[in-house]
């Protein structure tokens, strides 16, 4: 019933931007702190971005912080990831999740999870 699916993804050059989007279904969307997560190639997921219920607080990783913006639409039950000055570090799957929890960063407390959006930045 829980469906999260992650478009936006693709090939940008270093400096480029990108946007994702989550649209979101069979949830109460209001009810769930959203995040982005983000795996690179043999590496850990790690946490990217979360913003938290009412849309009024947001968290971000020190390695995106002042280029990604995370952002809700709650009529449309969609997060976006607004990515800015891509850098090839940030190449990887890009991972929507939503978390009924309290923590913004842990990844054991998001329970819905979508498939994910490959962001490629090339040098």
């Known amino acids: 019933q829980v469906q999260l699916v992650e478009s936006g993804g693709g090939l940008v050059q270093a400096g480029g931007s990108l946007r994702l989007s989550c649209a979101t279904s069979g949830l109460s969307f209001s009810n769930y702190i959203m995040g982005w997560f983000r795996q690179a190639p043999g590496k850990e997921r790690e946490f990217a971005a979360a913003i938290s219920r009412s849309g009024f607080q947001t968290f971000y990783a020190d390695s995106v912080k002042g280029r990604f913006t995370i952002a809700r639409d709650s009529a449309k039950n969609t997060v976006y990831l607004q990515m800015i000055s891509l850098k090839p570090e940030d190449t990887a799957v890009y991972y929507c999740?939503?978390?009924?929890?309290?923590?913004?960063?842990?990844?054991?407390?998001?329970?819905?999870w979508g498939q994910g959006t490959q962001v490629t930045v090339s040098s």
């Open positions: 999740a939503a978390n009924p929890l309290f923590s913004f960063a842990r990844a054991n407390e998001y329970d819905a």
